[in-house]
């Protein structure tokens, strides 16, 4: 793909990688959502999982001064959101990810 960076998609990779998330895709919806720019998808292998790399995104960037506008968790924690304007994270376990299928409606 080629979008081109903002400040904040590095550190967010990086987040991502160092918290062992998996398959993580970036979708540019810059033509297709006027909410944001850039979906970032990544699976966990558990819900446990999937709660660990949201405590660490969230931690990570906070560190660097970016903080989430908005941050939801599904109850089963099979799905969980970071929205950071520009960039919106979906941190998902593989069947939430597979029935809801995020890259093949926004790309």
């Known amino acids: 793909m080629n979008h081109s ?5 590095l550190p967010l990779i990086e987040s991502l990688e ?8 970036q979708v540019d919806v810059t033509n297709t959502s006027t909410l944001t720019d850039l ?3 990544c699976t966990g292998t558990s819900s446990k999982h ?5 405590d660490k ?3 990570d960037m ?7 506008i908005i941050e939801s968790r599904s109850p089963l924690c099979d ?3 970071i929205d950071y304007g520009d960039c919106i994270l979906h941190i998902m376990q593989d069947d939430a990810r597979q029935l809801y299928g995020l890259e093949k409606i926004w790309s």
Do not use: E, G, H, R
Request: charged share 15%; proline share 6%.
């Open 50 to 54: 999937v709660q660990s790399i949201f």
């Open 18 to 25: 160092n918290a062992k998330a998996l398959d993580i895709t």
């Open 5 to 9: 960076l903002n400040p904040i998609d």
């Open 39 to 41: 979906m970032i998808i």
């Open 62 to 68: 906070k560190l660097i001064n970016i903080y989430p």
């Open 57 to 59: 995104v969230i931690k």
């Open 79 to 81: 799905w969980c959101i």
